[in-house]
Every structure is written in structure tokens, then in C-alpha cells.
């Protein structure tokens, strides 16, 4: 498949592909005239790391959890395990600031109720 046909499948523009493989998270093969050949797991591959930036993960994190995303035989691979714990911080970060933003959201509204009586 060319970049075109993935782009337009996954959502993600030709050029953040290219950064995708810039960055080692996504790596297309390459036809005779070196143009890059994407598989349907590259495009696949594509849209969960869309989805772990969107979740706020940078691409140095990304890079360490592609791999725990595909199971071998049945089981995760062993860098999974260590990651896991990475990404239980990272969780609790996200939560964190979810708390902050709602008392900020909420305290805002509270500040626009008692300017509107």
C-alpha cells in the first residue's frame, strides 16, 4: 500500500507517517524504486500509536509499548512486564491532572454562576 492509501485509512497524515518512521515506531518496507510499501499491520500499527499520543504517551513511551501490543504465542513479551509498571505511573499522571483540571473546570463555573445572579 502507498502512504496515500494508509493515510486516508487510519486518519494520520503522510507526513506524521513519515515522522512515525522518523521516530523507529513504524517501519514500512520499501519497494525496488524505494518507495515505502505499508502492510495492513503498518496501518494498523498507525492508528494505535495515533491513539497512544492522543492518550497523551510521548513517542519515546510509544516506542516502548508497541511491542506489548501484539502478544506472541500467547504471551506478552517479557519487556511488557517492566513496562506495565511505566505505564501504571503514567496512568496515575493522567488521573492527576484530570483531578486538577475538574476543581479548575469546577471552580470557573462557580465563578461564572455567582456573575450571572
Sequence with gaps: MRISEVSEQTGVTPRLLRYYEEQGLLVP???SSGYRDYTATDAEVARRIRQLLDAGLSTASIRTVLPCLTERAGRLAPICE????????EQERIEESIEALTTSRDAIATVIAAGTV
Design 82 to 89: 517492566e513496562t506495565i509498571a511505566d505505564l501504571k505511573r
Design 29 to 31: 518496507d520499501r519497494d
